[in-house]
């Protein structure tokens, strides 16, 4: 099995996360685009959202992650018996996790489901893969809330359509991967062609942010409904 190198140096994020709520047990946050959720091997990569929040809350710990260019709501556990029940809502499916995404082009559905299995391949790191033999399977729903023209920074202009995401399980890139498998990739996707239809080179950032997020608080038993606006 090949080895896997990971050589991304992440630039510095001057960007601070925002801490929505909190109480003894859990905090729920923003997370900046452009910032690791958790710090990488190389020490470059030292910054991540984890060292920044372990430090103003000693013992915190990650119960799922971003992707570096995605923004958005986080759930962090203060102890390591909530980060367990969290964990076990997770896998249990019972979290429910909708996200804004610009793509590329006007689809032509107003909504619509992606069914197609995801697999690692070393040899393609850091991509991910549609694989029917080898994949986990991976389910994405998607509606539409608008068709128009994003403006960038020099004045042009490309189609996006605005949409909802909802992924019914949890592979890596799902969003991404998924959203290029239906010829609309996110807007400002660099793995997975978001930076290849003319006028999108020049994207600021991935076009994704994580907007909602809905679980059972796991010592109050309360329903937790998380919603946080896209920036884009």
Known sequence: ?????????????????????????????????????????????????????????PGCTLVHRLDFGTSGLMVVARSKAINAALCHQFSQRTVTKVYSALLCGHLPDDEGVIDAA??????????????????????????????????????????????????????????????QLLGHPILGCDLYGGLLPPGCEQTPRLMLHASELHFVHPVSEEPIHAHNPSPF
């Open 1 to 57: 099995m090949s080895s896997i190198i990971d050589t991304f140096i992440a630039p510095p994020c001057h960007d601070q996360i925002e801490i929505l709520w909190q109480d003894a047990h859990l905090v729920l946050i923003n997370k900046p685009t452009g910032l690791l959720s958790l710090s990488g091997k190389n020490p470059q990569n030292l910054d991540s959202v984890h060292h920044r929040l372990v430090q103003l809350f």
């Open 118 to 179: 995801i697999a690692k391949d070393p040899a393609l790191f850091p991509l991910m893969s549609i694989c029917a033999i080898t994949g986990k399977p991976a389910r994405s729903r998607y509606h539409i809330i608008e068709r128009f023209h994003y403006a960038q920074a020099d004045g042009t202009s490309v189609p996006v359509t605005r949409v909802q995401l909802t992924p019914e399980t949890g592979r890596t890139h799902q969003l991404r991967i998924h959203s």
